[in-house]
């Protein structure tokens, strides 16, 4: 027995003393937030204030230095981030993950992101304030690569690190641009529709017009969508956030009660850990500047001080068109054009592989761009289709612009920065402590021959389909100091230009419609009122849109529990709470629906379009036409059917699969049971220990689709619903008190797994909670962590 029990204590003692060492161990990879670190290249001593959620608050005696400082403490939290967002555009992700990713390597090193960079780069000023602090920045970045602990994933994955360049920076540009980009998901999927089955088809899915539009039905052709496809997936797929949409207001001062401009703002892209955006405070004796950065940016995309603020959201103009070439019969290596056959430009591209042998590959490059039949495999058109981008066409000002946003004196100021802005096109919001607040429609844009859409392929021989013209700046839609006291966006469509709608990929009117709606309901508005209305959860339009659906449902057979989700959708107002069984009704009805109304037609198709924003706008009207093409099952062949049966048989359809799904009684059909949010890490998507390490949640949540608190799922055929996107931050700058402007993060500062701020703002952020942004110095200086950089000899 004795032998038993000192058995026993030396197991106990080996397993404490294990758990010692590994907690030690890990003490070693955690960031440095306090004590002392010399680091080159600093003219005076630097102090970082690490406040309690690890926003590094950086004082600095000038600029230079301040930014050597917060590459180094970036590259402390998100160096692994780093190294994942740079590899995108050059076609590097295969180096780490292995051969499933070459797809998504061979795409994105043929959209000639890398060469743009390579142009835009020669041409800077090497003596401008913005080059010296991007230098100063990716200085401090490289000596944590050289000197600092080497992060945990750069370990597991094998990888090496390298120094990073301007390059790398410019790539990230490109990456974020291309991300916002909508055509190449939509524009091959439309012309396949209007080539295959026929304008009617066409037509009603493009028209705003509540009208009948059906002609005599077309032969069907199956409908492949494989270039769209093909660029969701390789969107799906990669390691990082996608960009997708925003919310954004700005409240004038008469509509505020202590009489000062509130800011509002919420940048909606893909879930990820870690968090896209990492905050800073830069403070000199001549700057001063409160940031969210993306990784490898210097500057602030997003940004306030005391004395102005300003952020984004996506604008979605169609920035991005698809031209038809047309080989020489004797010389594939040329294409046709209005001045002869012409040689196409062939770039050579070798892919790394990790553990197995490089790939190479050839791009063709027209006048209008890569040709994307050498980029997407098994592509059956056979057709030349270039791809031209408004980002690689044109001179790139991006870095330029996002310094003198950050660096902005006044809002004329900060107005000639966005006029710079080509693509991807943004909503630039700005609100000042002087009372002004504005909205410009930031992006290069341009003019067609009247009557061409660019929402199917050009014609890239004729000459007649090219830009005839770019609209200067003055032309874009804007608003400054409006007379209704408020500005917005919503990814929705602007103002008209020239007397037309501009066109582009616009979200549905849902989250604006409801903007305007709380914004017109109030003239005294506190952040936080602001501050609740960021986490609003009320759609404006799908109990409108449940409603017509229930119009066409024949009663006449139903059940009594049948009976009784129709009643709970009929009383629904389209809020998407946690305990409501209306939203979860809803989705499986509207996914019953479209895939009874489009799936036979579109096939592969068919997933892409109902989670696209053509779908959103195409629905409302869609559902109140009583003849359409698209209602009859082209799939029984002696038999049409109509609306009525259509939606009828998709009720049916939907309340049989909750019921096997969730159970009999109707009213246990919470929402909660079939929405979450889980925010991945590259690692994690690994899944068992490596998810528990690294990923953050799942949580429940509130929320849905194109609501305010945007939590955007995919709808299919699982009834379960994965929330992938929303508020990347949420942010609210009362400049009647801007020292205490309210932020949050979804899930914490850091991206080091061992950081204490690696999660730690994840449950605020669910439950709609904030955190402040300190601006006040004597608040600051009473941080806990003190990091102090010093000269190096």
């Known amino acids: ?97 292995g051969k499933e990713l070459l797809k998504t390597d061979v795409f994105f090193a043929g959209l000639g992101i890398e060469e743009a960079a390579e142009k835009s780069i020669a041409n800077l000023d090497r003596t401008s304030e913005a080059y010296v602090l991007t230098e100063a920045y990716l200085d401090g970045i ?59 088809y066409f037509n009603e899915l493009t028209t705003t ?100 603020a300003y952020g ?32 196409y430009t062939i770039v050579d591209k070798t892919i790394s592989i990790k553990d197995e042998k490089d790939t190479t590959f050839q791009v063709k490059v027209s006048n209008h761009g890569p040709i994307m039949n050498g980029l997407i495999t098994h592509l059956e058109d056979e057709r030349p289709i270039a791809m031209n981008w408004m980002y690689t066409q044109l001179n790139n000002e991006q870095l330029d612009v996002s310094y003198e946003m950050s660096h902005s004196k006044s809002l004329s100021n900060f107005k000639q920065a966005v006029a710079k802005i080509h693509a991807p096109g943004l909503n630039v919001m700005y609100g000042d402590a002087k009372g002004n607040i504005a909205w410009f429609a930031s992006a290069k844009l341009y003019q067609l021959r009247d009557s061409l859409s660019s929402k199917t392929y050009l014609n890239g021989v004729s000459g007649e389909d090219e830009i005839t013209e770019y609209l200067p700046f003055s032309e874009n839609p804007q608003a400054i100091n409006p007379s209704w006291n408020f500005v917005y966006s919503a990814n929705n469509q602007p103002d008209s230009v020239r007397g037309k709608l501009y066109p582009g990929y616009y979200q549905p009117q849902d989250r604006a ?24 959860v009320k759609s404006s339009t799908v109990s409108e849109i449940a409603i017509d659906l229930l119009k066409n449902v024949n009663r006449n057979d139903l059940s009594v529990s049948e009976l009784k989700a129709i009643s709970i959708l009929e009383n629904w107002d389209g809020t ?24 036979d037609e579109l096939g592969d198709g068919f997933e892409l379009f109902i989670n696209s924003q053509l779908q959103d706008q195409a629905l409302p009207i ?13 799939s029984t062949p002696s038999k049409k059917e109509e609306r009525n049966e259509i939606i009828t048989s998709s009720f049916k359809n939907a309340f049989t699969f909750l019921e096997n799904q969730l159970g009999e009684n ?87 797994v061992f950081s204490q701020h690696y999660k730690d703002q994840a449950q605020k952020f669910v439950n709609g909670e904030f955190v402040e942004m300190k601006l006040n110095e004597v608040q600051i200086k009473r941080s806990e962590n003190v990091l102090v950089l010093k000269p190096k000899n």
């Not at 750069?154 to 790539?171: A, C, Q, R, W």
């Not at 989705?587 to 109304?597: H, I, K, M, P, S």
């Not at 869609?622 to 082209?634: E, F, Y």
């Not at 009362?734 to 991206?751: A, H, R, W």
């Open 142 to 200: 490289n000596q944590f690569i050289n000197e600092g602990k080497t992060p945990l994933e750069f370990t597991l994955v094998g990888v090496k690190k390298e120094n990073y360049t301007l390059k790398d920076i410019y790539n990230v540009f490109g990456y974020m641009a291309f991300s916002f980009a909508v055509a190449h998901k939509t524009d091959p999927l439309l012309t396949e529709i209007k080539e295959k089955l026929g304008d009617a």
């Open 666 to 752: 109707v009213e246990d059909w919470l929402w909660k049971r079939v929405i979450s949010v889980e925010h991945e890490h590259a690692i994690g998507k690994a899944g068992g220990m490596l998810r528990t390490i690294f990923n953050v949640g799942p949580f429940e949540t509130i929320g849905g689709n194109e609501v305010i608190n945007n939590q955007i799922f995919k709808l299919d055929s699982t009834g379960v619903y994965k929330i992938t996107a929303g508020p990347s931050t949420r942010r609210v700058i009362d400049f009647s008190d801007v020292e205490n402007s309210l932020g949050i993060l979804p899930t914490g500062q850091s991206g080091n």
């Open 209 to 308: 017009d509540e009208g009948d539009l059906t002609i005599n039905k077309y032969e069907v052709k199956e409908i492949k969508g494989q270039i769209s496809n093909a660029v969701s997936k390789i969107m799906d797929q990669l390691p990082v956030s996608t960009f997708i949409g925003s919310n954004s207001w700005v409240i004038a001062p008469e509509k505020t009660k202590n009489g000062q401009v509130i800011f509002a703002n919420d940048p909606h892209i893909g879930f990820s850990q870690p968090s896209v955006w990492y905050q800073n405070h830069i403070k000199t004796p001549d700057f001063e500047i409160y940031g969210f950065n993306i990784a490898l940016m210097p500057f602030p995309l997003l940004g306030h001080n005391t004395e102005y």
């Open 576 to 599: 998407y709470l946690k305990n409501a069984a209306a939203p979860t009704i809803y989705n499986r009805f509207l996914y019953e629906v479209l895939a009874a109304t489009y799936k």
């Open 513 to 536: 419609k409801r903007i305007v709606e709380l914004l017109e309901a109030k003239n005294d508005f506190t952040k936080e009122d602001v501050a609740k209305m960021m986490f609003d």
């Open 622 to 634: 869609q559902i109140n036409r009583t003849q359409s093409v698209w209602w009859d099952d082209i």
């Open 312 to 343: 984004l959201t996506m604008l979605a103009n169609d920035d991005l068109n698809f031209y038809i070439e047309e080989n020489n019969p004797e010389n594939s290596k040329q294409y046709k054009t209005v001045e002869g056959y012409k040689n």
């Open 1 to 97: 027995m004795k032998s038993i029990k000192k058995a026993l204590k030396i197991v106990v003692l080996l397993i404490v003393l294990i758990l010692l060492g590994a907690w030690l161990y890990s003490k070693t990879y955690q960031p440095k937030y306090d004590g002392e670190l010399e680091i080159n290249n600093l003219t005076d001593n630097v102090a970082v204030y690490f406040d309690e959620i690890g926003v590094p608050h950086i004082t600095a005696q000038n600029q230079k230095d301040a930014y050597v400082a917060l590459g180094y403490v970036h590259a402390q939290d998100r160096l692994w981030q780093m190294e994942l967002i740079r590899r995108i555009a050059s076609g590097r992700l295969s180096e780490i993950f």
